[in-house]
């Protein structure tokens, strides 16, 4: 079979870049609704930001998963 | 020194030692002499104290959390300590970017959310919310109860402790990255790449001060989901 395209070295910035997309995308909704939310209820803003940053942190663990992964799978 | 030891002495280990000096001999400075109106040191020592007494206890768990705040104090400010190492002149690497102390502080925060839980509920009942929660159809136990337990004893810490980590390392690794490439673009090489090494040594200048917010906010998070967990556990209902 004829090779068309080869990668060499290593993949794992390539996975890091994929597990990035999803948490991106993720944290991005999250911190828009919870500024929304502190526009609208400017007296709610400090549970909000509470919580905020735990929901940031659970996002945030997929991502650094990914990082992680590409230093352990070698 | 010591190389090869069971007591090898490296770099990181000078750092974490000499942070941990440095934020010991701050508090005892600061409330060495405590006056009912506090003065110099001692204002910075409340107000830091302070901190994570509205800003996570009381957010999180309450009053009734506030025997927890020793605890919580020393967390916090130990791993800002640590994270903001990364960032003094001469000493330029995070105490935390090695696996040893985010582990360790993961490890005594999975002991304290458990051992509270078992000591406010008893072992089985503590055990029963947290792997049998009710409200659900039996069935749907086979699936749930693996997934609470993956979830709530082996994730929690483990994502604890690769957040800190993976943070700091990914920090450290940006801030190398930026400046060692400003560096060689700027010395070394062809003439015309030397205007990119500006752009590249801004962005270093930027990356550390994003830097210490990071560091601020991992060790915020990180003292925010030790007192979440801990809330949790000590909790009546789930």
Do not use: C
Request: glycine letters at 10%; aromatic letters at 12%.
């Amino acid at each position: 079979m004829e090779l068309l395209a080869q990668v060499e070295g290593n993949v794992n910035a390539i996975g890091y870049g994929l597990a990035a997309i999803g948490p991106g995308i993720g944290l991005g909704i999250l911190i828009g609704k919870a500024l929304e939310g502190m526009a609208r209820q400017p007296e709610a803003t400090g549970v909000l930001r509470t919580n905020m940053f735990i929901g940031i942190a659970l996002v945030e663990a997929l991502a650094l998963l990914g990082i992680v992964a590409g230093f352990l799978f070698t | 020194m010591f190389e090869g030891t069971l007591f090898e002495f490296t770099r990181v280990n000078l750092i974490q030692l000499i942070m941990t000096v440095a934020v010991a001999s701050f508090f005892i400075v600061a409330f060495r002499n405590p006056k009912i109106v506090p003065r110099g040191v001692q204002n910075l020592g409340e107000l830091a104290v302070q901190f994570v007494q509205t800003q996570i206890i009381d957010m999180i768990m309450g009053v009734s959390g506030r025997r927890y705040l020793p605890y919580l104090a020393t967390l916090f400010f130990f791993i800002l300590a640590m994270n903001l190492a990364g960032l003094v002149p001469f000493l330029n690497l995070a105490g935390t970017s090695v696996v040893a102390i985010p582990l360790m502080f993961a490890i005594v925060a999975w002991l304290t959310f458990n051992i509270a839980g078992i000591r406010k509920h008893g072992f089985v009942p503590y055990l029963k919310t947290n792997l049998f929660p009710p409200g659900v159809p039996k069935p749907v136990y086979v699936l749930l109860t693996p997934i609470e337990f993956l979830s709530t004893f082996i994730l929690r810490p483990v994502t604890l402790t690769i957040r800190l980590l993976a943070n700091m390392m990914a920090g450290h690794l940006m801030l190398v990255l930026f400046f060692s490439g400003a560096t060689y673009l700027l010395l070394d090489a062809e003439w015309f790449l030397k205007p990119f090494g500006l752009g590249a040594a801004a962005m270093g200048f930027f990356i550390t001060a994003f830097e210490i917010l990071i560091a601020l906010l991992q060790a915020y998070i990180f003292t925010l989901l030790t007192a979440l967990y801990i809330a949790g556990a000590e909790s009546e209902h789930h």
